[in-house]
């Protein structure tokens, strides 16, 4: 306590950053939770006297990402055109360390706010994480109104955004506080703008990875599994999943693709008997990398570049997957 005033999360943040400049990093081919996610933390610093900038590696590869940061917009910078210095503070938002699919800059990573399993946290001055929201956006959200801080229309519009896609229009993994959050931010937003990025889902390109999952779909008992073409993005993989999930038949999901090098998982549970984090860890072990919530997860393999390489991997993970669901159901 200070002068009768409860000391805040965002105040115990604000106390260990010692830039008055500092960089906030999403994770690799970041979504919308994630990007709203800093857009969000670049407007609370500046109302505490420290700048900015919102970078990522990879690349936004979905159409509505894309559309919301030319929409709202948000200022978004890819880290490998930036000068970082091993001087430089970054924080982490919806990831974190050591995470296949966050790239390691030059600068020290100081901080973390994060909804996903917790992982180590030693390297850090400051961490938030809470597996418990639905939305690393709701966290944010929260930081806005624990301290009385007015959120600008367009930061309020990219975190009513990010919560409402990260936990399926509040139907997924959402909590009574994800809901408190929304409810806050969305009286504050632009509805229209909401309106018009609900309706920018997909584009004509992408219906033949949906015609390529219902064509190629394999199920065995309550799991489906299907690879779809090649070079497909992450995002469309988490789609075409949730898509998929969408089938009386079906409680979990695998669906993958060859690209950047190697092989890309996006898995989805609808049962409680499978964690789809657990799982796809189980399934790469040895192999590659992965992780995630109990219901929504995803993986890498790395360094594949022949043909007979993909199928041998790919076929031992899907003989995994069959095998532990297989398990779980029965146990």
Known sequence: MTGGMKVTKLDNLISLIKNKHVYIQTHNYPDQDAL???FGLAALLKNRGINATICYSGQ????????????????????????????????LVDSQEGNINVKKFPGKIIACIDHHPLQETDSYRFFDIRSTMGSCASIIGE????????????????????IKMDTGNLTRRVSER?????????RRADEEKLRELDK????????????????N??????????????????????????FLLSLSELDVTLVYAYRV????FSIRSA????????????????????????????????????????????????????????KKVID
């Open 36 to 38: 709203a996610s800093a």
């Open 60 to 91: 936004i590869d979905k159409y509505n990402t894309l559309k919301m940061v030319e929409l709202i917009p948000i200022p978004v910078r890819r880290g490998e055109e930036l000068i970082i210095t091993a001087m430089d503070e970054i924080l």
């Open 143 to 162: 930081y806005f109104m624990e301290n009385d801080i007015e959120p600008e229309e367009p930061v309020a519009t990219a975190l009513t955004y990010g």
């Open 178 to 186: 994800d809901v408190e959050v929304f409810s806050f931010l969305f």
């Open 200 to 215: 920018s889902s997909l584009t004509k390109d992408d219906l033949n990875a949906y015609k390529e999952a219902i064509t």
């Open 217 to 242: 779909l394999k199920i065995y008992g309550r799991l489906g599994i299907v690879k779809i073409g090649n070079d497909y993005s992450e995002a469309i993989l988490a789609s075409i999943s949730d």
């Open 261 to 264: 090098g190697g092989l890309k």
């Open 271 to 326: 049962t409680p008997l499978i964690d789809a984090g657990k799982a796809i860890r189980w399934a790469l072990k040895g192999l590659g990398d992965g992780g995630g919530h109990a219901v929504m997860a995803a993986g890498f393999i790395p360094g594949l570049d022949t043909e007979t390489s993909i199928y041998n991997m790919s076929s031992l993970v899907e003989q995994r997957l069959i095998q532990y669901v297989a």
